[in-house]
């Protein structure tokens, strides 16, 4: 069983970029969930997709867009970036199971914005 | 709305020595309880989880947490630390029928030999 998997492992933008994330979720996952992990702090939810469509969002700007793929794979586009965008970025999948939808995390982009 | 505070940012302890790191949440409803742990430059792993039923949950690594509902607590404790323990903490809750986790700021547990 693969477990989830991000690229690239790090990256560094200038101010005013535009950047795109990937992640592969977890064989038999449907569900992919962003997170944005700024230094010192705890993850912040971004957003969420199930079956294609987003399910659910944060508190994070529409500058911050996603899109997932029928394999489940998903992207975490980020435009206009700022220097507060520099964070980990959290991949996280799960199965849509009734009453249990643990999220297994991948290993997270670290973006740098200069 | 939930929200979670961990009350120690860093906790030192020594090697085989017992620890305990503190979770409080607060929700209006009724929550699922996590606790995850994250090594340096990994993404978080999952140490355990409280969804229902007994209120004392083991997780993996020696861990435990006991989920208090009148003191909103969910504290991760191991009676006896490694070197290896030496990570970041994260408590976490989600509502049920809910997709947003709410993390905490973090411990960070520091083992010294």
């Known amino acids: 069983e693969t477990g989830v998997t991000q690229s690239p492992t790090h990256l560094i933008k200038t101010r005013g970029q535009q950047v795109t994330l990937r992640c592969s979720s977890q064989?038999?996952?449907?569900?992919v969930s962003w997170y944005q992990q700024a230094l010192g702090q705890g993850p912040q939810f971004i957003f969420q997709y199930y079956r294609e469509e987003e399910n659910g969002r944060g508190n994070f700007p529409p500058r911050f867009s996603g899109l997932q793929f029928p394999n489940y794979s998903s992207e975490l586009n980020v435009n206009a970036l700022e220097l507060d965008d520099s964070a980990l970025y959290l991949c996280?999948?799960?199965?849509?199971?009734?009453?249990?939808?643990?999220?297994?995390f991948g290993p997270g982009t670290r973006l740098t914005v200069l | 709305a939930q929200s979670v505070t961990q009350l120690d940012s860093q906790v030192p302890v020594f090697e085989e020595a017992p620890v305990e790191l503190r979770c409080n949440y607060s929700s209006s409803v009724s929550v699922y309880l996590f606790w995850y742990v994250q090594y340096p430059n990994q993404g978080l792993q999952l140490l355990l989880k409280?969804?229902?039923?007994?209120?004392l949950v083991k997780g993996i690594n020696g861990f435990e947490a006991e989920f208090n509902k009148s003191q909103t607590s969910f504290h991760l404790r191991k009676p006896s630390v490694h070197i290896s323990d030496t990570a970041e903490y994260f408590c976490a809750v989600r509502g049920p029928g809910t997709y947003k986790y709410i993390f905490g700021t973090g411990t960070r547990l520091k083992v010294l030999a």
């Open positions: 064989s038999g996952h449907n569900t």
């Open positions: 996280a999948s799960s199965a849509r199971l009734a009453g249990n939808n643990e999220q297994f």
């Open positions: 409280y969804l229902s039923g007994s209120t």
